[in-house]
């Protein structure tokens, strides 16, 4: 869960006087001392006790039209969007699901450089060609389940990807090296597709992989290789 992230720091004393508030390198630092991923900044939910400082500087300049905003995240849940809406720059998390009209991701690399989360699932995009999105750099969660997705093509741009799920979709075709570039992601879902062959190449060095799910696909072939790429597994 997300919430396994949020991590509390213990603080020392320093010789009986005030506590030492720790670094956090990477991370967020409450004034009280803990720890946060930047992916539960500016969420709309209070993650540091007291000073509340993880949603400050938080306000959205313009909420795009049947979606609400809180904090830098924007929710699009069960509308008549057929598009992914613009969205201020600093959007950190963009949850846009249940939107049955919705066919296409064309404008998700629109001024976005900033987003972490973003999930568009339950929705009816049958195309996923994020490969020239030079914006979504510091993506770590990527949800595109439930949709009608049959080709996956080179995620280029995503490197700092953690969670990839593309499970519940009508995938039988992975472009060669889709996935050679991500060194960080941990968790690849591609379950309930119409795969039928898994090579070696379709991954390249994916070194910090550790859970892999391919159930519920029509597999005829899986390279005996293909798992000395994952050294987690």
């Not at 508030?21 to 939910?45: A, N, S």
């Not at 993650?47 to 904090?71: A, R, Y």
């Not at 009209?101 to 339950?122: A, E, Q, T």
């Not at 379950?191 to 898994?198: L, T």
Request: proline fraction near 3%; hydrophobic fraction near 40%; charge should be negative.
């Amino acid at each position: 869960s997300f919430g396994s992230w949020e991590r509390t720091v213990q603080v020392s004393e320093n010789n009986g006087h005030s506590p030492l508030l720790l670094e956090c390198p990477g991370l967020f630092r409450c004034k009280m001392g803990q720890c946060l991923h930047p992916r539960f900044l500016c969420d709309g939910i209070v993650h540091c006790p007291k000073f509340q400082d993880d949603e400050f500087d938080c306000e959205i300049m313009e909420c795009p039209t049947q979606c609400l905003c809180l904090g830098k995240s924007v929710f699009c849940l069960s509308t008549t969007i057929q598009a992914v809406p613009e969205v201020s720059s600093d959007t950190l998390s963009l949850d846009i699901r249940h939107n049955q009209n919705m066919i296409g991701v064309d404008n998700l690399c629109y001024r976005i450089n900033r987003i972490i989360k973003i999930d568009i699932s339950f929705n009816m995009i049958g195309n996923m060609s994020l490969g020239n999105c030079s914006t979504l750099f510091h993506l770590e969660f990527l949800s595109v389940a439930f949709n009608k997705i049959a080709n996956i093509e080179k995620l280029s741009n995503c490197l700092n990807l953690d969670i990839l799920n593309i499970s519940h979709n009508q995938v039988f075709a992975i472009d060669s090296y889709a996935f050679e570039d991500m060194d960080k992601l941990r968790i690849l879902d591609l379950s309930f597709n119409y795969i039928q062959n898994i090579r070696s190449s379709f991954f390249g060095q994916m070194k910090s992989l550790y859970t892999f799910d391919i159930s519920s696909n029509p597999l005829h072939q899986v390279n005996a290789d293909m798992f000395n790429f994952f050294s987690h597994i």
